[in-house]
């Protein structure tokens, strides 16, 4: 029996068109997150390890809706998912293949549940987006659309009982994050018609939305850069208070997302013109350093 049925049989997942439709779930997230598949199984619980998934699997599907297609295609699209979704969570179930391993998550993890229905309510901001005048902005984006989507998987990996520090803390690290992948993929959303900087870091550096299109690499550019990795290095150290929140089985997992984190920071770091031409990553030795070292501690504190 492979690592896979264990975790199904682990989770208690025993019906078998429901073993399937989980594993179809994840051989979907391999394609497009290898390496969360790989870290969910090294790292978590085996219990665990199946809900995790679907919860990605379902963000997944919800981004692909929201970025997929023209804007009035996008918003019909949504839309019925969206009722589908919240019918589904408020009990009417589902014969849909992609919802019936969040429902059966759902019954497993009842806070599940708020998390789901919060972000349905917030992910159609991400459809009208259209980039952010000032950082006020960019904050507000956070709580209505990239906190509560992160909530979705970090439900499953927080604790019982009263969850305000856990989720307040959630909110640092997804701030960090969120200017994070806005940074690393600048080049890819300004292929895209998106700003993802909010324009008052521009004007201060006396940098315009054409010196990024074009790729300039000025000292300004530089520096405007620069500036909002600093931010995100800043707020990423605060945010490393949720590991202490956190089941310690789940940690080695929350350790390893802060980390991939701070690797890409370092490797957008280490050559920040680049970022006006491709998207930033983690290094892979590092990448597997990084696993390789949470892996151990999980071990540990199984035993």
């Known amino acids: ?10 989770a208690g997942i025993g019906e078998p068109g429901l073993r399937e439709d989980y594993g179809r779930q994840r051989r ?18 085996a219990r665990l390890v199946p809900h995790v998934i679907a919860a990605t699997a379902y963000m997944h599907r919800t ?41 059966n998550t759902v019954a497993v993890h009842p806070a599940l549940r708020e998390a789901a229905l919060e972000h349905l309510a917030g992910a159609a901001a991400d459809l009208d987006f259209a980039g952010f005048a000032t950082e006020a902005d960019y904050q507000r984006y956070v709580d209505a659309y990239s906190l509560p989507a992160f909530m979705v ?8 009982g009263d969850r305000t520090a856990y989720r307040s803390a959630c909110r640092t690290f997804i701030d960090a994050s969120q200017r994070l992948d806005f940074v ?8 895209d018609g998106r700003l993802t900087v909010p324009e008052q870091y521009l004007g201060a550096h006396g940098v315009t939305r054409g010196d990024l299109e074009r790729g300039r690499n000025l000292p ?7 500036d909002q990795l600093d931010r995100v290095d800043r707020t990423l150290a605060e945010g490393r208070a949720v590991v202490g929140l956190v089941p310690p089985a ?33 290094a892979r030795p590092a990448a597997l350093r990084l696993l390789g070292r949470e892996y151990l501690r999980a071990r540990r504190t199984r035993r």
């Open 250 to 282: 789940h940690r080695p997992m929350v350790r390893c997302m802060i980390g991939l984190d701070e690797l890409t920071s370092r490797a957008a770091r280490a050559d920040v013109p680049a970022l006006l031409r491709r998207s930033a990553g983690p």
């Open 184 to 191: 690393s993929d600048l080049a890819e959303d300004l292929a």
């Open 220 to 226: 300004a550019v530089r520096a405007m850069v620069t």
């Open 63 to 103: 981004d692909s809706l929201l970025d997929s297609g023209p804007p009035d295609g996008r918003k019909a699209a949504y839309a019925r998912w969206e009722q589908e979704v919240a019918d589904g969570l408020a009990g009417g179930g589902t014969d849909h293949p992609e919802l019936r391993p969040l429902l």
């Open 1 to 10: 029996m492979g690592s896979w049925e264990k975790a199904l049989d682990a």
């Open 153 to 160: 998987v970090a439900t499953l990996l927080g604790p019982d």
């Open 28 to 45: 979907r997230v391999t394609r497009y997150k290898p390496e969360a598949v790989l870290a969910a199984r090294l790292l978590l619980p």
